[in-house]
């Protein structure tokens, strides 16, 4: 679909010619056709997918007609560089447009916004305690806003701003379009999205080419002590006939080895401080096929190329997010699909958040009931109801549904 076809007014078609943009972005393609029919929306994105142009443009739309100057539509930001950032934009998208625009973030003298403000604005660009500020002061009134955005909540969240929003969310009237946009959802931010969000139609975008795309990435919410009956119960139930387990240090790596062993598997530890020919020897065997599971540490998984590893699992996610996109690249090289499994305990959800963020995409996560997470438990529940439209559920009730397929 073109920007034409999707029905924008000539004056913001025009603006987009003179950025160059021939054709929308993924999100752009879905995000700006549900804003124009007034759909709530939530948008998984992040900056660099187009995003802002793919709520801006829709928005400039709606402003053509009422009443200008009157506070119509208002954008929360977490940083003053991303508010200044997003309010250039919309000057860019709304140059052939006579709209007021204004931005306000703290850290710099609030007369000048507050002159701002009194004259009067359509769009408004705002942190949230700066925003707090002019609201006490009498400075703003919603009374005509028709549309709240809210962008890279994950960072609010970061920042402790939810509770500033919350406040200034109790002020906009009820009847109102929002669209809310996060590069993650943490459990706190659904929360927060559930609450403020009516039906919305949910967006998701991968960032292109970060991860192997025959990946299918799924996450085991689990507790630490569980962890090895979880991964033997795995090998068993997905028929893992070639799985490549990571741990996080060469003593886990020979320990997880030796249990598994006990429990009658085909088992090898690899990681630096085996001998070369210990490791050669150890690879060929798990080429052959002699070795089902190979338990190994990221350093020893570097540049790895076996071919047919049917899982790769995540015992524990490692230090950084980056060495995840590398180990689940060792699977899915050869055939076009792989699995790459992360067993996930309560304390390791931080990781999980900086991998998201990292690919750009939410993974599933998947909750057996007998290895059901004490830990996890408090974030389960918000989470079925942002299931994307059009998903498929299914498969043997003792699963819960992924909470985002891509
Ligand atoms: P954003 O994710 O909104 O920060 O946008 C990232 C960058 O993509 C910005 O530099 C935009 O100017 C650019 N951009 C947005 N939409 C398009 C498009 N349809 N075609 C080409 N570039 C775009």
Not at 102 to 123: A, C, S
Not at 225 to 230: A, H, I, V
Not at 352 to 357: A, F, H, Q, T
């Amino acid at each position: 679909m073109t920007f034409e076809e999707m029905g924008l007014a000539p004056e913001i078609l025009r603006a987009v010619k003179a950025k160059n943009y021939e054709t929308p972005t993924p999100i752009q393609e879905q995000a700006i056709p549900a804003v124009l029919e007034g759909k709530d929306v939530i948008g998984c994105a992040q900056t660099g997918t187009g995003k802002t142009a793919g709520f801006t443009l829709p928005i400039l739309h709606k402003l053509r007609e009422g009443r200008s100057p009157s506070l119509r539509v208002l954008v929360l930001v977490p940083t003053r560089e991303l508010a200044a950032q997003v309010h250039e934009s919309i000057r860019t998208y709304g140059r052939y447009m006579r709209l007021k625009t204004g931005v306000v973030f703290g850290g710099v003298n609030i007369e000048r916004q507050t002159m701002t403000l009194r004259h009067g604005v359509d769009i408004l660009v705002a942190t949230p305690g700066r925003l707090l500020d002019h609201m006490r002061q009498g400075n703003v009134s919603y009374k005509n806003l028709e549309v709240l955005v809210i962008d890279e909540a994950d960072r609010m969240l970061d920042m402790g701003f939810i509770p500033d929003v919350r406040m200034i969310i109790k002020h906009l009237p009820v009847q109102r379009q929002t669209l809310f946009f996060s590069a993650t959802m943490a459990p706190e931010i659904q929360k927060l999205a559930h609450e403020i969000l009516k039906q919305p139609v949910v967006i998701q975008i991968a960032r292109q080419g970060s991860t192997a795309s025959g990946v299918r990435q799924v996450v085991y919410p689990v507790d630490a002590s569980r962890k090895r009956d979880l991964l033997l119960h795995l090998i068993e139930k997905e028929k893992m006939d070639h799985v490549l387990v990571f741990t996080r240090t060469k003593h886990r790596a020979d320990h997880l080895a030796r249990q598994l062993e006990g429990k009658g598997k085909r088992v090898a530890a690899l990681h630096s401080n085996k001998s070369q020919g210990a490791r050669t020897r150890t690879l060929e065997e798990f080429r052959r096929g002699s070795i089902q599971v190979l338990v190994a540490t990221n350093i020893a998984a570097r540049g790895l190329d076996v071919k047919g590893i049917s899982h790769v699992v995540n015992y524990e996610f490692p230090d950084s997010p980056e060495d995840y996109v590398h180990r689940i690249g060792r699977t899915a090289r050869a055939e076009a699909t792989g699995d790459a499994i992360s067993l996930m305990s309560p304390n390791e959800r931080g990781n999980l958040r900086d991998i998201e963020r990292l690919i750009g995409s939410k993974i599933p996560q998947v909750t057996i009931t007998e290895f059901k997470s004490h830990g996890h438990v408090q974030e389960e529940s918000p989470r079925r109801e942002f299931r994307p439209r059009h998903q498929n559920g299914g498969g043997p009730s003792k699963w819960r549904r992924p909470v985002f397929e891509r």
